[in-house]
């Protein structure tokens, strides 16, 4: 049962929740139901056989062997007895339908079917690696990295010979860069004309490409591989389509990852390459609540965007809660994100589409050091940080806190950002 407040659909707190999906997402929003005094049933279920798990140290610790099964977990095993969540791990969601109170959720686990009933649904669902449709990509060689098994084979097979990664983008250059550091012969192809087109600036992805070469990786750009080239049933090139071959043992896919939206799809609510909800995380039935990777945010104006990172499942989890516990919605921050690749630290705040003009700071004392600005109508909505983690902190608590500095008052590079915007937080 719904009512309205102010504008904004007021739900009945729920006997019990059920979340499909068990990553950042779906962790954080158990987490925050019980912090808040929900006392109700609580059921996470995961198609991975694994206890939920942090995701970012797969491209770089675990390929190191830094990390274990056990250093990864989002919380310890103990934690979801202590908290009486009921998690359900290898387990398959086949189908849910709506009843008079709530949800019908089907899945299999051990080749076993079950049927249960709640009366809140959340989605976390995630997404999947893309896959590419060419020759030779069916070669068990030809991997992605999106879970833990991903990143159990990716490790097994670096030491094995070259390694060419197809995409630009954050993940397949943190495994560039990871695998460099263990002595890999490493390609990176990308069909544009510059890395990471979508996500940063030009003068960043400029300055990550000069970083990569001078790790020694091979770096193709405006290169598209037609096909993966296979002798005595091993990889042994990938073929651009310019005729060259780039020999390889091992290709990484990096080309991004598609919302999974199925299971939003059986219930009809509306999708856009994921399932489209508000500020509160509220699907288009304003019932069902949706976060993490799975979902695509309408704004108020109506923009569509999506936001793939730890930051995001968190915010979207605490929104989603407040829901369930009715709560008011807690303004959100600024979203922030972060990229490891070898000795480049690349922390992003803001969101860089729409600006109308930019900003590079550089010290000539500290050349690995740059900050690119971003500005709409001379206000700042966004910052890109590479070695310069003092900065990021500064811009992203100028941009959280709703200040919004022009390029003017940014420009003075002989000033340390911090001290500039500190009469911006008096």
């Not at 990509?137 to 097979?157: E, F, G, I, Q, T």
């Not at 900065?391 to 340390?416: E, I, M, N, Q, Y």
């Amino acid at each position: 049962m719904t009512e309205s407040q102010n504008g904004t659909d007021v739900q009945a707190p729920p006997h019990g929740v059920v979340v499909v999906g068990a990553a950042h997402a779906g962790v954080q929003l158990a987490d925050r139901l019980r912090a808040g005094g929900f006392t109700g049933e609580l059921t996470l279920i995961s198609d991975e056989p694994h206890l939920p798990y942090q995701r970012p140290p797969l491209s770089k610790a675990w390929l190191k062997g830094e990390a274990t099964g056990d250093s990864v977990l989002l919380r310890e095993p103990d934690y979801y007895r202590d908290q009486k969540i009921e998690l359900i791990v290898g387990a398959r969601v086949t189908h849910l339908s709506r009843t008079p109170v709530g949800v019908e959720v089907r899945f299999i686990r051990d080749g076993e079917n079950s049927i249960r009933e709640f009366d809140r649904l959340v989605l976390a669902t995630g997404a999947r690696p893309r896959r590419l449709p060419l020759p030779g990509a069916d070669h068990p060689d030809v991997l992605v990295l999106r879970d833990l098994d991903d990143a159990r084979s990716l490790a097994a097979r670096v030491p094995a010979g070259p390694v060419v990664v197809v995409g630009g983008g954050f993940v397949g250059l943190e495994v560039a860069a990871t695998a460099r550091a263990l002595g890999a012969e490493v390609t990176v192809i990308e069909a544009g004309e510059r890395l990471l087109a979508r996500a940063v600036g030009a003068d960043t992805a400029a300055a990550l490409l000069a970083a990569h070469r001078t790790m020694a990786t091979d770096v193709v750009l405006g290169a598209l591989p037609v096909s993966i080239e296979h002798r005595d049933n091993r990889i042994h090139a990938v073929r651009l389509d310019d005729g060259r071959e780039i020999p390889a043992a091992t290709v990484l896919v990096g080309i991004g990852a598609e919302a999974r939206t199925e299971l939003a799809e059986q219930l009809g609510l509306d999708c856009d390459g994921g399932i489209l909800v508000d500020r509160h995380c509220l699907a288009s039935d304003r019932w069902t609540l949706a976060i993490g990777d799975c979902t695509t945010h309408v704004s108020e104006s109506g923009a569509r965007y999506r936001l793939e990172s730890v930051d995001n499942a968190v915010e979207q989890a605490n929104a989603a809660a407040a829901v369930l516990l009715g709560e008011p919605c807690p303004q959100r921050p600024a979203p922030w994100f972060w990229s490891d690749q070898g000795d480049q630290k690349l922390q992003i705040a803001g969101l860089i589409g729409g600006h109308t003009s930019m900003l590079v700071r550089t010290d000539p004392q500290r050349p690995h050091r740059r900050v690119a600005l971003y500005f709409t109508d001379d206000a700042l909505v966004a910052a890109e940080c590479l070695n310069s983690p003092a900065d990021f902190v500064a811009l992203r608590s100028a941009l959280s806190r709703g200040h919004r500095p022009g390029p003017k008052d940014l420009a003075d590079t002989a000033v340390p950002l911090k001290k500039l915007l500190a009469p911006m937080r008096s």
